[in-house]
T-cell receptor, first 113, second 113 residues
């Protein structure tokens, strides 16, 4: 069974731009969660999508948004990028929810200049 | 304030030594997961503990869930260079009406040959 895939793996953007990250979950997994990982803050939960609906949300500004498609693939969008958005963005899928065992993708390394 | 405190944050030891990593909280969790993350990859689930006092073994790794389900420990016997990585604990609990997974800051472990 194929694992979670994320594209792109690396991205360099400048302040003020926007970015879209993509995640394909493990086949059969309906829950997709997004996390931001930085050396200072660790792994922070952004949001969870389940059957195309946002089911949980972390404490991030509205510049961070996401969506999920009918095939469970998910995208995350960050608008008006700031320097502090530089991080590793991880996507994780699960059979039933963001509180259950998470299967992570390799992440997208975003650098904002 | 971190809901889950991991200690130590950094640990560097010689091959063959034993070590213990701690994950502590004042909150009760319905389950606790341990992940290991290697550079350039997403976290990989090692184990889930559910019952207070539960002990699980994975080769040289021993995981224990506290009796009150507020803390957990990971003990590695005869550490090997392949054990090097970032170890993350994650607790599942109900926050603001929703089941959520909360991650600790992680313990960065280096095993020197």
């Amino acid at each position: 069974k194929a694992g979670v895939t994320q594209t792109p793996r690396y991205l360099i953007k400048t302040r003020g731009q926007q970015v879209t990250l993509s995640c394909s979950p493990i086949s059969g997994h309906r829950s997709v969660s997004w996390y931001q990982q930085t050396p200072g803050q660790g792994l922070q939960f952004l949001f969870e999508y389940f059957s195309e609906t946002q089911r949980n949300k972390g404490n991030f500004p509205g510049r961070f948004s996401g969506r999920q498609f009918s095939n469970s693939r998910s995208e995350m969008n960050v608008s008006t990028l700031e320097l502090g958005d530089s991080a590793l963005y991880l996507c994780a899928s699960s059979l039933s929810g963001a509180y259950n065992e998470q299967f992570f993708g390799p992440g997208t390394r975003l650098t904002v200049l | 304030t971190q809901l889950l405190e991991q200690s130590p944050q950094f640990l560097s030891i010689q091959e063959g030594e034993n070590l213990t990593v701690y994950c502590n909280s004042s909150s009760v969790f319905s389950s606790l997961q341990w992940y290991r993350q290697e550079p350039g990859e997403g976290p990989v689930l090692l184990v889930t503990v559910v019952t207070g006092g539960e002990v699980k073994k994975l080769k040289r790794l021993t995981f224990q869930f506290g009796d009150a389900r507020k803390d957990s420990s990971l003990h590695i016997t005869a550490a090997q260079p392949g054990d090097t990585g970032l170890y993350l604990c994650a607790g599942a609990r109900r926050i603001q009406g929703a089941q959520k997974l909360v991650f600790g800051q992680g313990t960065r472990l280096t095993i020197n040959p």
